[in-house]
């Protein structure tokens, strides 16, 4: 976007100023042009001003005053200007004027700039009022850009456009400190600095924000995110269970996001890193292909030698056209900060200081979520038909499977990655019952499917790239509607030997089309029960 244009305000400069390099990002003067002769300034009715005289030369101006000050620009292309005095309110006020989608920028500016949370909130607030008038929309992204000094250039989205913002406090000679934003010309960025544009329209939610008290006492991490085509597996077009797990990894680090660099910083010597203790997953509704998910994440207890074990909970819940909610699972994934003996097993260890502030800043053992609709809580899985006896391989064997893992498996750790233990178990439990009813998983005639109720695994040591993992699916129980399954996963040595890594177990209902094509709790097909009851 090319264009120049003309700011003026008087000011008092402040001492730290004399460094700033506004001229970087400032445009090109328009005054002395002749295109400034014989120009008069109109309002429309939206109460924008327009440059009448200057139609043909595409020169827009903008205006913006409190009640001592009055800034205008002018300038070839849409022009945008804010004036603001610094105000202050609580940082639970700014977050409701601003809106919780602003909320990862006010973080942004805390952690990465010397603003207060009022400087920080008047600068959102400015730069916001520039973009709109620059625009017209009223519905964008904001994102910082880059820093230099105390000015910030944001980088406004709208669905065909990107504008540019020139952010930076003022002292004026009379009055509060104020923020000035101004829409500039797109910055020449250098190569190591140059982000990407967005190319596609953006998605018509709010697509990814956190909120860090959505509720007073509450420490709660939230994603919002909408259902991919990848996600919705089952032959329903509704969620496949493993997917959730992978959430669960995506919603963590993406909360960890402030403390990724010395976090990174730690995992690379190699000799760190947090391990899976368990990991579950209880699956209590619906979710398919047109739903928005909000993920809550929040840290229940820290215990353990040295309380370096850390439970992470999940609450995942279906928004709802209206704007209620539907709870559609609930996690929980516990994990261990550890040292890597090059020898012997990982050691727990304290967790270092940047660390154990995230957790603090998260941890709420009180919170309770909210309670909501759950169309699979009380489902009837019917009367049972078998029950293996108590105890370690009890269960009658139906399949093992062996898997090679590979660098696509594992993480910045150097370990296999917690998700695909679910992986494993939906490919293992699909193949054995495929065999059975193969007809039901042909996805344009499938007249049923199984679907997972919940999912657990316990590591008892970790898988590495290149090993060999058997995985052994145990019958645990029969039910008239579903099946419970027991895992077990070794690492297949070279010499022959088997090393246990984890026990798992899957709980799984069948799913039958409905008159209405829905897909609802229905009695086990009859080849897949005699299967499972004969010489059980």
Not at 91 to 118: C, I, K, Y
Not at 233 to 258: C, E, P, T
């Amino acid at each position: 976007m090319n264009k120049s244009s003309s700011t003026a305000v008087k000011t008092k400069a402040r001492p730290k100023s004399s460094s700033r390099p506004i001229s970087k990002f400032g445009p090109t003067p328009l005054q002395g042009s002749d295109l400034l002769q014989n120009v008069q300034i109109n309002w429309l009715d939206s109460g924008k001003p327009v440059l009448e005289g200057l139609e043909k030369e595409l020169v827009d101006v903008s205006l913006s005053h409190d009640d001592r000050v009055c800034l205008c620009v002018a300038g070839l292309g849409p022009q945008g200007c804010d004036i603001a005095p610094v105000t202050h309110r609580l940082r639970e006020d700014w977050t409701a004027l601003l809106s919780n989608s602003r909320e990862p920028v006010m973080q942004q500016l805390l952690e990465n700039s010397s603003d207060s949370v009022d400087l920080a909130g008047t600068r959102i607030w400015a730069a916001v009022e520039a973009v709109r008038k620059a625009t017209n929309a009223q519905k964008f992204d904001l994102e910082i850009d880059r820093y230099e000094g105390d000015s910030i250039l944001f980088r406004g989205i709208t669905v065909d456009n990107q504008i540019y913002v020139l952010t930076f406090p003022l002292a004026l000679t009379r009055g509060p400190e104020r923020v000035v934003a101004v829409v500039v010309s797109n910055p020449q960025a250098t190569a190591s600095d140059r982000t990407p544009p967005k190319t596609a329209p953006t998605i018509p939610v709010e697509n990814i924000y956190s909120i860090s008290n959505p509720h007073e006492n509450e420490k709660v991490f939230v994603v919002r995110s909408p259902v991919s085509y990848k996600e919705t597996a089952n032959l329903s077009q509704s969620v496949y269970f493993s997917h959730f797990f992978n959430w669960m990894g995506k919603i963590r680090d993406l909360a960890i996001w402030s403390i990724r660099e010395p976090l990174g910083q730690h995992l690379a010597t190699g000799e760190w890193g947090m391990v899976t203790n368990h990991a579950q997953t209880r699956i209590l509704g619906e979710a398919g292909l047109n739903d928005v998910i909000e993920g809550r994440y929040w840290v229940a207890n820290v215990s353990g030698p040295a309380n370096s074990t850390v439970d992470f909970r999940y609450d995942w819940l279906k928004v709802l056209p209206d704007g209620s909610f539907e709870r559609v699972a609930q996690s929980q994934l516990c994990m261990t900060w550890v040292n890597l003996a090059k020898q012997g097993p990982a050691e727990p260890k304290p967790l270092p200081d940047y660390l154990k502030k995230f957790i603090n800043q998260l941890s709420d053992p009180s919170y309770t979520p909210q309670p909501l609709l759950e169309l699979f809580a009380d489902i009837y899985v019917g009367k049972k038909l078998y029950q293996a006896l108590a105890g370690i391989n009890s269960g009658r064997l139906l399949r093992e499977q062996i898997f090679e893992t590979s660098l696509e498996d594992t993480d910045a750790i150097g370990n296999i990655n917690f998700a695909n233990y679910y992986v494993w178990q939906g490919r293992i439990r699909d193949s054995f019952f495929h065999k059975l009813i193969p007809d039901s998983y042909r996805r344009t005639a499938s007249q049923g499917e199984f679907r997972c109720l919940n999912s657990r695994v316990e590591n008892l040591r970790e898988a590495l790239p290149f090993d060999q993992i058997q995985v052994n699916m145990s019958l645990r129980a029969v039910y008239e509607n579903s099946v419970s399954l027991a895992f077990e996963y070794f690492r297949l040595t070279p010499d022959g030997n088997k090393q246990k890594l984890a026990v798992g177990e899957h709980e799984a209902a069948w799913f039958s089309r409905s008159q209405d094509g829905k897909f609802v709790p229905a009695p086990l097909p009859e080849v897949v029960r005699l299967a499972l009851c004969e010489q059980s």
